[in-house]
């Protein structure tokens, strides 16, 4: 069965700091694929305490559209969960390079845990076991978008 389930749309800090909304972000499941997208501040807790939980080890690739805390907070933690605590070396991390380069959001042995990062650029396509996806034109953003 596919599905998506929201756990968490808040962006924006002020909307994050307070939790006005939850920023855990967004899990995407296509066919036998697990993408999960944006995992912003609270994912962990957001995907155990989900009913019916949602488990972070059976993830296929984690989804960074930008470096920003409401994006990326909790993509260390989700990518150890998704590897096992790094045990188990899996998965794929998509994501801008200056996400993964300058003033980096994912740490460096953290990025030894997956399989593959694949850097995002504009106007390109992926794909990720059933779920093939593209990116659009770089968006006017602060950080690569
Ligand atoms: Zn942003």
Not at 104 to 113: A, E, T
Not at 118 to 134: C, T, W
Request: include cysteine; glycine fraction near 10%; hydrophobic fraction near 40%.
């Amino acid at each position: 069965m596919s599905f998506i389930k929201f756990l968490g749309t808040a962006g924006a800090r002020f909307v994050v700091m307070k939790q006005l909304r939850a920023s855990g972000g967004v899990w995407l499941s296509v066919g036998k694929t697990n993408l999960y997208i944006d995992p912003g501040s609270g994912a962990l807790v957001r995907c155990l305490s989900s009913k019916p939980k949602l488990e972070p080890s059976l993830l296929d690739g984690i989804l960074l559209t930008h470096k920003h805390l409401d994006h990326s907070g909790d993509v260390n933690v989700m990518i150890e969960a998704m590897t096992e605590g790094g045990l188990k070396k899996r998965g794929v991390l998509f994501a801008p390079r200056d996400a993964l380069e300058e003033d980096p959001v994912v740490l460096k042995y953290v990025m030894g845990y997956v399989d593959k990062i694949e850097v995002l650029k504009e106007g390109s396509e992926y794909r990720i076991g059933d779920i093939p996806f593209s990116t659009a034109r770089k968006h006017r953003h602060q950080v690569e978008t």
